[in-house]
């Protein structure tokens, strides 16, 4: 209920907007306005998302916890996605996005009310032996046949 209302707000600010800054100004200033923002935005991003990623890219290469870096990732590509969107209300919040220590503030507050879950890849041996019901000290073995064919007779065969 909460994204309709959202979605039914937002555009409605945006429409107010648009008509009292439009009767201040005029026409072609606030469409004006509403290019620069765009533009200014997109620069903006796109200098702050090649930061970040390259960020990213070094904490997997240093096994850092990403959850941070990820999120200011995905927060500057929705400033990204709110300062190409026409309005001043996206756009005042599109730019709030793009400061860092709004980005902060956003991440301390979603990561408070989700649970945020850690993976880590490759087997925990623990977790793997309590999972299979194994003992960890003790090997397993597994027993076998097998017999090598030649591949060109294999081949053969299947025409």
Not at 54 to 74: C, S, W
Not at 85 to 99: E, I, K, R, S, V
Not at 135 to 147: A, F, L, Q, R, W
Request: proline share 4%; glycine share 8%.
């Amino acid at each position: 209920m909460w994204l309709f209302c959202l979605f039914v707000a937002i555009p409605i600010i945006e429409i107010a907007f648009f008509v009292q800054i439009g009767g201040w100004l005029g026409l072609f200033p606030t469409l004006l306005i509403v290019i620069i923002t765009a533009a200014l935005g997109a620069i903006l991003v796109r200098s702050q998302a090649i930061a970040t990623f390259g960020n990213i890219k070094n904490g997997f290469l240093t096994v850092d916890n990403p959850d941070k870096t990820l999120a200011d990732g995905v927060m500057i590509l929705f400033a990204g996605a709110l300062l190409l969107t026409p309005g001043f209300f996206t756009d005042a919040f599109g730019f709030l996005l793009l400061t860092p220590w709004f980005r902060a503030q956003t991440f301390k507050f979603i990561k408070n009310k989700v649970g945020f879950q850690r993976s880590v890849m490759g087997t925990n041996s623990y977790s793997s032996h309590r999972r299979y019901g194994r003992n960890p000290n003790k090997s397993v073995i597994i027993e076998g046949e097998y017999k090598e064919e030649d591949s060109r007779k294999s081949r053969q065969k299947d025409e």
